[in-house]
């Protein structure tokens, strides 16, 4: 009697067990735990490489702007790299700490729309620990136990169009020369020299006692900044936009007088205005440039496209 009292109260209790529904959320729990937290590991991990990769991206963009800027105006050497590291150790992406490299490099293909290879690129990388993602099976970037975050700036020359009033056509010596001339006024005129003349007394442009005003000085050697508003040297030489009007024929240099010239390289006045027009670069204009771009900002003249890596 008494096993069969003990057999009725334990079913008793294993039917009265099987209808509570007290405690079910904490099984539930129980068994999602590791799921869930791997979700909140994932969406907090995640979230903290996006800042991470954002910042390194503004870091890239300037550092690759800087880097540049100082290689356009010292080309022959190296300061462009310190130039770049320097200004990404700025945003907090010091080179060779906490896992961080930058590197700054030139002559790197141009994306589109522009072409050739002398654009500059900033490359940061920084290897970041991983944890909670560890839970759902993540190992990191390569199996490594860390992720590798990456941010890429391109940037590359902008070209300027500018037209002159002056242009000096002689290939060597001082194409424009310029002594007190206290009365001469090119304000609004820019003026050019084709002259490769680097170094005094036979530099390409060369103003003494007064500045013309010139809005810029622009040569093929050195552009005297005492000539004008703004020099760049070092630009590509222009083709003589009068050249089809030249002539060796006599009869095309009638005198009204009854003479007739002697050949020679003629200078005369032409009917309509022929524009002397040049492309050139100004060795402090650099614009950021990519494909993908996630934003756009415009500085004065500097147009940047990011591109993320």
Avoid at 26 to 37: G, H, K, M
Avoid at 40 to 62: K, M, P, V, Y
Avoid at 90 to 110: D, E, H, L, R, Y
Avoid at 129 to 156: D, E, F, H, K, M
Wanted: hydrophobic fraction near 35%; charged fraction near 10%; aromatic fraction near 6%.
């Amino acid at each position: 009697m008494g096993t069969f009292e003990s057999a009725r109260r334990a079913w008793h209790w294993l039917r009265r067990y099987g209808r509570d529904r007290r405690g079910n959320i904490s099984s539930v729990v129980a068994l999602l735990i590791i799921p869930l937290v791997g979700v909140i590991g994932i969406a907090t991990e995640t979230g903290n490489w996006f800042l991470i990769q954002r910042s390194a991206q503004n870091a890239a963009d300037s550092a690759v702007l800087a880097a540049g800027q100082n290689d356009y105006i010292n080309p022959s050497g190296t300061s462009y790299i310190a130039e770049g590291r320097s200004v990404a150790s700025n945003f907090g992406f010091v080179n060779g700490a906490s896992s961080t490299t930058v590197t700054p490099q030139k002559s790197q293909p141009c994306p589109l729309p522009l072409t050739g290879s002398n654009c500059y690129k900033v490359t940061i990388t920084r290897s970041v620990p991983i944890s909670l993602t560890r839970i759902v099976g993540y190992s990191g970037t390569g199996g490594t136990n860390t992720q590798s975050i990456t941010a890429t700036a391109t940037a590359g020359p902008i070209n300027i169009i500018t037209e002159y009033c002056i242009l000096s056509l002689s290939g060597s010596g001082t194409g424009i020369r310029i002594n007190g001339g206290p009365n001469v006024n090119l304000a609004g005129c820019n003026i050019a020299s084709n002259s490769s003349g680097a170094s005094n007394p036979n530099q390409a442009t060369n103003c003494n006692g007064q500045n013309p005003l010139a809005a810029t000085v622009s040569a093929v050697g050195f552009a005297d900044v005492n000539c004008g508003a703004a020099a760049y040297s070092g630009i590509s030489p222009i083709a003589d936009p009068y050249a089809h009007y030249a002539t060796d024929n006599p009869g095309d240099l009638t005198d009204t007088c009854g003479g007739v010239y002697t050949p020679q390289n003629w200078n005369g006045v032409l009917t309509g205005a022929v524009p002397i027009r040049s492309y050139f670069t100004p060795n402090n204009l650099v614009r950021l440039v990519g494909l993908g771009g996630l934003a756009r900002m415009m500085a004065g003249r500097l147009r940047a496209r990011r591109a993320a890596a």
